[in-house]
Nanobody, 115 residues
């Protein structure tokens, strides 16, 4: 049983910053990739950023230059630094971990950006 626990969400004004963390119950090198996804009310879940076991990253065009995904193996965590936040970033953010067969999701953390 693998558990992913997100933290760091909250309320912030436009232009501000937040740092999300995803703590895994096992080594993050147990997964071929990890990432962050988000879902706003009435919309489908979308990819925000991913980091592979090799360290390569990719980002949604809407967050390029503003968000940075990173990992801390010592703490078994994957982080998402979010800068220059916009109201359209408001959503529930979910951590994802991919195995070679299947994967896991965290429970989500709410991010609300006010104008």
């Amino acid at each position: 049983q693998v558990q992913l626990v997100e933290s760091g969400g909250g309320l912030v004004q436009a232009g501000g910053s937040l740092r999300l963390s995803c703590a895994a119950s096992v080594s993050i090198f147990s997964f071929k990739a990890m990432g962050w996804y988000r879902q706003a009310p009435g919309k489908q879940r979308e990819l925000v950023a991913t980091i592979s076991i090799s360290g390569s990253t990719n980002y949604a065009d809407s967050v390029k230059g503003r968000f940075t995904i990173s990992r801390d193996n010592a703490k078994n965590t994957v982080n998402l630094q979010m800068n220059s936040l916009k109201p359209e970033d408001t959503a529930v953010y979910y951590c994802n971990a991919e195995e070679f067969l299947g994967g896991y999701w965290g429970q989500g953390t709410q991010v609300t950006v006010s104008s």
